[in-house]
Every structure is written in C-alpha cells, then in structure tokens.
C-alpha cells in the first residue's frame, strides 16, 4: 500500500463518527432512578460481521434486566454487589454483572442495538464505564479503555461506553417526624380503572401516627389496602383505619403486602412518569409526594420472579 493509501485510511480512521464505538443511547442517567440502557452497534471488526457483545455491569448499576434478541443466544453472570442497596424497600445484595449476546450475525453493513433496563444505586455519582467486547466472525474489538483523569474518551482509541450519573434528588419526604421514602407506582395496562402505589414509611416521632390514604388529580380516589391469603387464594381488602406507623417504625408498602390502591383511573399509568399525590396522615394532614410510575407487571426491582403475589388488581379479588 503507498504512502497516501495509508495516510487516506488513518484520516478515514479518525473522522469515524462516534456510532463506530459501541457507545449508550442515553449516556446520562440519575441516581436512585430506573435507565434504560440502549447498545448500538455500528459496525463490525474490520469488516467482520459481529457475532456476539458482552458487556459488564459496573458497581452502583443494579436490578439488571437484559432484553432478549431474537436470532441471539442470551446469557447473563450473577455476581455480588460490594455493599447491599436498598431500591424500591428491596435489599439487594446480588445480581447481574455480565450480559452476553451471541450467536447473532451482523453485517458490516448493518445496525442494531441491545437494551438492558436497570436501577442507579442512590448515591452514585459521576461517570461509570461499561466495558463492551465485540465479538466478530474474526477478530474482536475491546471497548474496555477508561479515561485516566487528563484524558477524556476522544483519547482513547476503544473507550468503554461510558455513563454518566447526576446525584438524584434524594426522594425523601419530611413532614414532622414522618418521614416519607421511595414512592413507587406500576404502569397500568390499557383500560385499566385501579393502580397501586407503595412507599415507606417512618415515624421518628412519640406517638403513633396513621395513613388514611390520599387523593390525586388522576383518580377518583385513592384507599388503604393489604393483602391476604384466604382459602389458598390470596386476595386483598380495604384498610378503612388506615396504616399505623407506631412510634419509632417504618412501615414498608410493598408487593404481596399492604398497598395504596389508586380507584377510578382517569388516565393510564406509564412507566417514566410520576404521579402528583396528596398523602392524607391523621396528625401530619395533607403531605404531597409524587410516585414513580416503573415497568408494567415488572416485579418491584430485585424481587426474584414469582416472588411476589398476584399484583393485577383488575384480577384480583376483594375479600367479603
Ligand atoms: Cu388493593
């Protein structure tokens, strides 16, 4: 090859847009939050189609879910997570800290993506880096370079995706000495007239305070329930007392247990968005939280599947 063949190709080789890396979609994502996590491919190893990508979960990036391919053969490796962290009232101490797609066979030519959905640890913040291996019918790419601190990615030649994590808005609550954490809501499929909403709940107080439900824009009304088995089936019943969180508590709302039951949707619930909620409390009155509104159906993040009972309301009976 000449001379300026090769100096042809280096400036080809340079001015490769930044989709020739395996780079996130989104590559910001927020503390104490759900991210979707978005791989593009852009191109194989030197014109080899690419046959597999693996990609390894950094430390604060928990309750991993990697979405199937079809024509792809999906693998994933369990691992610990180095301190447990508390997301939506699970604790997890495990879980996915490797996804491997292959079997798959991608031209040079073409694109595709691969999605994982996942959790930000709350109080993670600042970039963290998800090495990526290319796999190709010959050859591999490594994306595992990290920035040393006077560099940035643009210096190196196979960065590792990178996302960065602003500090979340810490999603407390104060009212007195309640204090109000983790509201969370499920996506409601379509026509559905009842949602739910759990949260935690702590009172640092004397005396013992009560949750009588609550009222939203979107609803017609929102009730206190808990859930339980009767004749092997479990069903679920209204609180009229409400929820007491005795002094020196916290009381957890969670799948399988006691629940806020959202009644007369007026409009869907979609995951990504949060619900505006004025809490009603015996002592603290009117206290306004907002819910995250997670995946449909999907299990509170960590909860092993099947896990949990029943969570379709529309289904599920009201004890007499
Ligand atoms: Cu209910």
Known sequence: MSRIHIAALAAICLALP?????TLEKPEASAGQPYKGVLRIGHGCAG?????????????????????KAGWTLQTQQGAYPQAVTVYGQTLTSGTRRITWSGGRLLESEYDEFVFVAQIAPGVAGPVY??????????????VDIPKASQTARDLSYPAPILRVAAGEAKTTQAGPLRIEQAWSRATPGGASVGVGYLRLTNAGNTPERLLGGATDIAARIETHDMKMEDGVMKMRALPRGIEIAPGATVELKPGGMHLMIMGLKQGLKAGESIPVKLQFEKAGVVPVSFSVMGMGAPAPGAAAGSEPEMDHSKHMMAK
Do not use: F, N, Y
């Open 18 to 22: 930044a989709q020739a890396h395996v």
């Open 48 to 68: 080899s189609p690419t046959t597999s990508l693996s990609i390894e979960i950094p430390d604060g990036v928990v309750a991993v879910k990697p979405m199937p």
């Open 130 to 143: 998800l090495p990526a291996v290319q796999g190709c019918e010959t050859g591999e790419h490594r994306w």
